[in-house]
């Protein structure tokens, strides 16, 4: 399986783990279709969404693995 990091593109997320939606969600990440997602790093839409990055990123690796 592809390593997620800060860097890596929310869609590209999606692809990996496509089961991982209701995690995005419980954050406020509701438009995971809409066209800055395809684009978007993981870092980027935490700090859009005043996410802690470190922490969503070690809660979604726990949830993916």
Do not use: W, Y
């Not at 593109?9 to 395809?38: E, K, Y």
């Amino acid at each position: 399986m592809a390593q997620i990091t800060k860097d890596t593109r929310i869609s590209d997320i999606l692809s990996i783990a496509p089961d991982s939606v209701p995690l995005f969600q419980s954050i406020g990440m509701h438009c995971l279709g809409c066209v800055m997602a395809s684009g978007e790093t993981l870092e980027q839409a935490c700090r859009v969404h005043g996410v802690d990055v470190d922490k969503f990123l070690s809660d979604l690796t726990e949830f993916v693995e």
